[in-house]
């Protein structure tokens, strides 16, 4: 019998598969992560003001067609366009716009996407014609990232966070020319909500920088009300435009009618354990507040609080994040005193966005922003993460699968990671016959620094950087044992899956929060 | 110590996956099963799989039992020689009646005799009685091996077997339940309750859980991971139960000091009985973790300090 007898520990120095390069063809020279802190702050670009902008009494903003609309932007060769992705895999308006910009024959674009969905596979064919060469984005999956992966696209793509891409618009790392704004409503001035019209999406807060600081902000809405349109998320001050279109998305994509706490059985015993290793922190109490994403584990160790916090009468300040129905029950049941809310996830968190005071809006900049004044994820007590890979060293990667293919990217996991008193990754130790624990991750997507520990199916490991940890769950009886023991566990049920082997073409760089060089993405062979 | 069989997990023989998460689902005892859930087609693979499975994979702390097929079938006879090469902790015999327990407690002598110079295996057996004369004759089952350790009740079959509707109130099984529940305690063995089939209906569980610990079960199967949690809260000690039994044992160590044969606590005599119970009581809590040390608190505000807030 084997069960966890003996571990397997890390390799000093190096954690990366290959050293970074210095310089990048088509992404210029990099600047190597040294640190979750090290770099907040320094080396900010200027500010790049805003052209100040003056509309006049009796002029219009609202034009007929988007074409007209890229007229009046002044669209031509090499400009980065911006694109949100509140409306997910249900969104119409990258597709519109891009269909409009490849007629009018101009080449070498970059995109500034805040997440790539499938839905977006005919950006494929801009790439391969030339007319989209560069593309920054915090997530992508889909034909899309397959096509990067094949070093499809001329740049590196340039993988950001959350946090990250308001970071370099706002600094000017990420000069916008054209932010195109999908809002699910609109007056013909320019305020904008996602809460009205048949394509709701509740928060609209990764779409605020762009609006902010692109030079040229154009709305695009299927919902048209008269002014003034109420609420107004995104205002009249930082629109230039308002186009009309029949429809901005398919909302059965946008928002998914429920989300579910998982069924299974080996993930309700993981969430079951997470719970138990919040109670033990000893972070739980009056005041606490969370972050988890909407998958279905994640969302069962947000039952699991529930109970927790009923039982034990413990109210908490704020669950954050993107929101899922399951908090706005928490928020309703007196569990939490607020939601800060950068993205709706289903119906009924529209709802409650739309209709409760104490579910609050939040834009990306004051979620996860390093380069501010104080993030929300600075606040964080608690935050439950996933993972693809997790390395001995705890790095994460959420970017690329384990074929090398990118399937992802941080979002906000290396936001939160690094905010977050507790930084959680839950996970089975092995998923669909692949050890999630590794000697070296594919990619590192969150430095193990910001990670503190692992909550498996087989056992939990924490971070040897956090004795105090260590020592808390012990003393609440919970077996805490090395990541080289749970390595080795899953090298047992699996074996050692063959390396990948990659080319030396780096097709995605992977930027840290602070815009340092966290890692690279290479083509595979 | 006796360990704990609240809860029994019925987990497919023929199925990897769940057979390598068994561990995990929180179950005292797993049943690795090779009769009903699999199918004709595949018995000799799932036989195969849960052999390899105990000869290579660690299940931890938690409890194997296999149930193999009823012994007189043909899959019967193959399956106890398969398990007897890697002795699991328990194995569950289904249909038992006298004759089957029997016949498996020969072939078992016989295989101790044969393959390891009358050397006992370690594999301890449950009867699984899920029909009428298996009920009717529970006390000669339970004489029949000094291996049993405990009867699993299945309820299913019974009600098939006595030809009646099996309903929600369980008025159908009561007699059965009854008799094995005191049938087990006589022979001092534990007893198993049938499974709750409705597995999305968790408050009819927990009822039903609570029902059968009333009844002296000292578990419950499960035929869903989900339902594990539910059942040890059902079989679960009430907080104030076993706060006052912390104090019986408390004012019971004082009166013996002060050289008092007889006590009372809060103006009710305590007499034997009561404090067996008391006994019984704390020792299931510590086990559960629910009380920290041992009943060494001096006061009332200790004994409350060291009662975990019910997290089992």
């Known amino acids: 019998m084997h069960g966890i007898e003996f571990e397997i520990a890390p390799a000093s120095g190096e954690t990366r598969r290959q050293p970074l390069p210095e310089y990048i063809e088509g992404y210029g020279e990099v600047r190597a992560f040294e640190g979750a802190f090290a770099n907040v702050g320094v080396g900010i670009s200027d500010h790049r003001p805003r052209r100040s902008k003056s509309v006049r009494p009796g002029q219009t903003k609202f034009l007929a067609t ?97 946090g990250g891409r308001p970071r370099a618009i706002e600094s000017g790392d990420l000069p916008v020319d054209i932010a195109f704004i999908a809002a699910p409503c609109s007056d013909p001035y320019g305020n904008c909500n996602g809460v009205r019209g048949k394509s709701a999406c509740g928060a609209l807060g990764y779409a605020v920088a762009d609006a902010q600081y692109a030079e040229v902000v154009v709305a695009i809405t299927d919902h048209l009300v008269a002014y003034p349109a109420s609420p107004a998320e995104i205002t009249q001050t930082m629109v230039d435009y308002v186009v009309e279109v029949p429809s901005i998305g398919d909302p059965q994509g946008i928002v998914s009618g429920t989300t579910r706490i998982t069924r299974d059985p080996v993930g309700l015993a993981i969430a079951h354990k997470a719970a138990q290793v919040i109670h033990a922190s000893g972070l739980l109490e009056d005041g606490f507040s969370f972050q988890t994403g909407a998958g279905g584990t994640s969302l069962a160790v947000a039952a699991e609080l529930k109970d927790m916090m009923k039982e034990a009468g413990i109210v908490g300040s704020f669950a954050a994040g993107g929101i899922t129905g399951y908090l706005v029950d928490m928020l309703e049941e007196g569990l939490f005193n607020n939601l800060l809310d950068v993205q709706c996830f289903d119906l009924r968190a529209v709802e409650s966005y739309r209709d409760n005071p104490r579910h609050l809006p939040m834009d990306a900049s004051m979620y996860a922003n390093p380069f501010s004044k104080g993030a929300v994820v600075n606040q964080l007590d608690v935050m439950i993460l996933g993972a693809t890979e997790i390395d001995l060293n705890f790095n994460v990667n959420v970017t690329t699968g384990s074929d090398g293919t990118i399937m992802g990217g941080s979002g906000g996991h290396s936001d939160t990671a690094a905010g977050a008193k507790l930084a959680m990754v839950v996970t089975q130790l092995v998923k669909a016959r692949l050890p999630i624990v590794r000697r070296h991750v594919t990619t590192i997507t969150t430095p193990g620094e910001t990670v503190d520990v692992l909550v498996t199916d087989h056992g939990i490991a924490v971070n040897p950087a956090r004795q105090d940890l260590i020592a808390a769950l012990e003393a609440s009886g919970l077996k805490v044992v090395t990541i080289g023991a749970l390595l080795a566990l899953a090298e047992s049920m699996t074996g050692i899956p063959d390396e990948v082997t990659f080319s030396d073409d780096i097709v995605a760089v992977v930027e840290y929060r602070d815009g340092t060089v966290v890692d690279v993405v290479r083509r595979t062979k | 110590m006796k360990r704990l069989r609240r809860t029994m997990l019925f987990v497919p023989g023929n199925n990897p996956g769940m057979i390598q998460s068994a561990s995990v689902l929180g179950a005292d005892s797993v049943i690795l099963d090779l009769e009903d859930a699999v199918s004709l087609s595949e018995k000799d693979s799932a036989r195969k799989l849960v052999t390899k499975a105990l000869r290579s994979w660690s299940f931890k702390t938690t409890e194997v039992t296999v149930r193999i097929n009823p012994i007189t079938t043909v899959y019967g006879p193959l399956d106890l020689e398969a398990m007897l090469e890697v002795q699991p902790d328990i194995l569950l015999i289904p249909k038992a009646e006298v004759a ?108 039903d859980a609570r029902k059968a610990k009333a009844m002296g079960f000292t578990g419950k199967a499960a035929i869903n991971p989900r339902q594990v949690g539910i059942i040890h809260k059902g079989f679960a000690p009430d907080p104030v139960e076993v706060r006052y039994a912390l104090r019986v044992l408390e004012a019971m160590e004082e009166a013996e000091a002060e050289g008092k044969g007889v006590f009372s606590l809060d103006g009710k005599m305590v007499d034997a009985p009561i404090i067996q119970r008391a006994r019984q009581m704390v020792a299931l809590a510590e086990k559960l973790g629910m009380v920290k040390g041992s009943t060494a608190s001096k006061d009332e505000k200790n004994a409350n300090d060291s009662l975990e807030g019910g997290l089992v």
Do not use: W
């Open chain 2, 100 to 207: 089957s327990i029997q016949e498996v407690e020969a072939r078992i002598s016989a295989y101790e005799a044969a393959k390891l110079g009358g050397e006992a295996v370690r594999t301890k057996l449950f009867a699984l009685i899920e029909s009428a004369a298996g009920v009717e004759h529970v006390h000669e089952i339970l004489a029949s091996s000094p291996r049993l350790v405990g009867v699993l009740f299945g309820g299913e079959d019974y009600t098939s077997d006595m030809g009646v509707a099996r309903t929600m109130g369980g008025m159908e099984i009561e007699y059965a339940r009854n008799k094995v529940a005191v049938a087990c305690k006589v022979h001092g063995v534990d007893a198993v309750d049938t499974p709750f089939t409705d597995v999305d209906n968790h408050e009819g569980l927990l009822a």
């Open chain 1, 66 to 162: 988007i074409e007209e609309a890229l007229d009046r932007a002044g669209l031509r060769d090499g400009m980065t366009l911006s694109f949100h992705h509140h409306l997910r895999n249900g969104d119409h308006v990258l597709n519109l716009v891009m269909e409009a910009v490849a007629r009018r024959g101009v080449r070498d674009l970059t995109l500034a996407v805040s997440s790539i969905f499938p839905v977006h596979e005919p950006l494929v064919a801009l790439i391969d014609a030339g007319v989209v060469t560069g593309l920054a984005t915090n997530y992508m999956s889909g034909p899309v990232a397959k096509a990067v992966s094949q070093g499809r696209l001329k740049k590196p793509a340039v993988m950001m966070t959350h």
